[in-house]
């Protein structure tokens, strides 16, 4: 049974990779992933303010400034609640690469051009095998159009891709305006890799203390959904490797985001769940699968549901929407 794929370059033995998380925090949790067969590993994202606090502060320090705002440095979470600050992310990235055999990716998350992208050079010289840039955008800026924000957005990937030899992979979320016209604008950019989608952390309101509350939820199989659909209508039309993250719980999972055109599928809430050794039994029962349905290889069936190459590719438009509006209000 013939699982491998290639991804961003990286021929992987299978598409099972943990996805950005907290599991790639400890060293021996890091080397259980391996050791239950993981193709590569995501580690968590560096934030953009965490680079730019840490560059503000070295600059407060040598100019001998105080804060004239207190807003200035309380706005933003303290260095102290993050888990790793810049040089502790580089740090742990080497050790981590120390550890494993596996290719490991890096991340680095935000939302605004600046000296913060200069990092994207350093997580290449600690080691990472390739990076994730993930576009967080919660399009709260009431300022910045939506066709700012793509620019912005292809400028950050083409500035990281100037400095870097190792490929680049660029995290969507599922919120611009065109989502296929961005997608394939980062493609002619020079992405690498595509990963459909960021998982928006909500915020709840406490009515009766009146505070903002940050809420998360662990995803489940049904949020695969929404990603199959952005996967089916870029799959054959993007020259980057196209990943999945959010709701790969199972091997049907897997096989649904494969079709669909995935060449890779990310898990983290599963994982969360049910600990490492998920990645061993996903892997078996999609290999029972494949045998049972006569399926010989992962390349095989890759795309082999996309909208280029389905009968009738209305299914993922307006048609099936008005179908199903249809049936129900007859139901």
Same mark, same amino acid.
């Given at each position: 049974?013939?699982?491998?794929?290639?991804?961003?370059?990286?021929?992987?033995? /299978?598409?099972?990779?943990?996805?950005?998380?907290?599991?790639?925090?400890?060293?021996?949790?890091?080397?259980?992933?391996?050791?239950?067969?993981?193709?590569?590993?995501?580690?968590?994202? @560096?934030?953009?303010? +965490?680079?730019?606090?840490?560059?503000?502060?070295?600059?407060?320090?040598?100019?001998?400034?105080?804060?004239?705002?207190?807003?200035?440095?309380?706005?933003?979470?303290?260095?102290?609640?993050?888990?790793?600050?810049?040089?502790?992310?580089?740090?742990?990235?080497?050790?981590?690469?120390?550890?494993?055999?596996?290719?490991?990716?890096?991340?680095?998350?935000?939302?605004?051009?600046?000296?913060?992208?200069?990092?994207?050079?350093?997580?290449?010289?600690?080691?990472?095998?390739?990076?994730?840039?993930?576009?967080? /955008?919660?399009?709260?800026?009431?300022?910045?159009?939506?066709?700012?924000?793509? %620019? +912005?957005?292809?400028?950050?990937? %083409?500035?990281?891709?100037?400095?870097?030899?190792?490929?680049?992979?660029?995290?969507?979320?599922?919120?611009?305006?065109?989502?296929? /016209?961005?997608?394939?604008?980062?493609?002619?950019?020079?992405?690498?890799?595509?990963?459909?989608?960021?998982?928006?952390?909500?915020?709840?309101?406490?009515?009766?203390? $009146?505070?903002? @509350? %940050?809420? @998360?939820?662990?995803?489940?199989?049904?949020? $695969?959904?929404? %990603?199959?659909?952005?996967?089916?209508?870029?799959?054959?039309?993007?020259?980057?490797?196209?990943?999945?993250?959010?709701?790969?719980?199972?091997?049907?999972?897997?096989?649904?985001?494969?079709?669909?055109?995935? /060449?890779?599928? +990310?898990?983290?809430?599963? $994982?969360?769940?049910?600990?490492?050794?998920?990645?061993?039994?996903?892997?078996?029962?999609?290999?029972?699968?494949?045998?049972?349905?006569?399926?010989?290889? $992962?390349?095989?069936?890759?795309?082999?549901?996309?909208?280029?190459?389905?009968?009738?590719?209305?299914?993922?438009?307006?048609?099936?929407?008005?179908?199903?509006?249809?049936?129900?209000?007859?139901?």
């Amino acid at each position: 049974m013939d699982l491998s794929t290639n991804y961003l370059g990286m021929n992987l033995p /299978h598409p099972l990779v943990p996805g950005a998380s907290p599991l790639a925090d400890d060293l021996d949790t890091v080397k259980q992933l391996e050791d239950a067969g993981a193709a590569a590993i995501v580690l968590r994202s @560096l934030f953009e303010e +965490q680079i730019m606090r840490e560059q503000e502060a070295t600059e407060i320090h040598r100019e001998r400034h105080d804060h004239t705002f207190a807003e200035a440095v309380t706005y933003f979470p303290s260095p102290d609640s993050f888990v790793l600050g810049p040089e502790e992310y580089l740090n742990h990235l080497r050790r981590v690469k120390q550890s494993v055999a596996i290719p490991v990716i890096a991340s680095l998350n935000g939302m605004t051009p600046g000296g913060w992208l200069s990092y994207a050079r350093l997580i290449e010289q600690a080691g990472a095998d390739a990076l994730e840039l993930n576009l967080y /955008h919660p399009s709260t800026d009431l300022e910045t159009s939506g066709a700012e924000v793509e %620019r +912005q957005a292809a400028e950050m990937l %083409r500035e990281v891709k100037r400095g870097l030899s190792i490929p680049v992979a660029v995290k969507l979320s599922p919120f611009f305006t065109a989502f296929a /016209h961005f997608a394939l604008r980062l493609d002619a950019a020079g992405a690498d890799g595509l990963v459909l989608f960021n998982r928006f952390y909500e915020v709840d309101i406490d009515i009766k203390d $009146l505070e903002v @509350l %940050r809420s @998360l939820q662990l995803s489940d199989s049904s949020e $695969l959904l929404l %990603r199959l659909r952005a996967l089916a209508a870029l799959s054959g039309r993007a020259k980057a490797s196209l990943a999945v993250t959010g709701g790969v719980h199972s091997a049907v999972d897997v096989v649904k985001a494969t079709m669909a055109g995935a /060449h890779v599928t +990310q898990m983290v809430s599963a $994982l969360l769940k049910n600990g490492p050794g998920h990645i061993r039994k996903v892997r078996a029962d999609l290999e029972a699968w494949m045998e049972e349905n006569e399926w010989s290889s $992962l390349s095989q069936m890759r795309g082999n549901m996309s909208q280029g190459r389905v009968p009738n590719p209305n299914v993922y438009g307006r048609a099936n929407y008005m179908l199903m509006l249809q049936s129900w209000e007859r139901a």
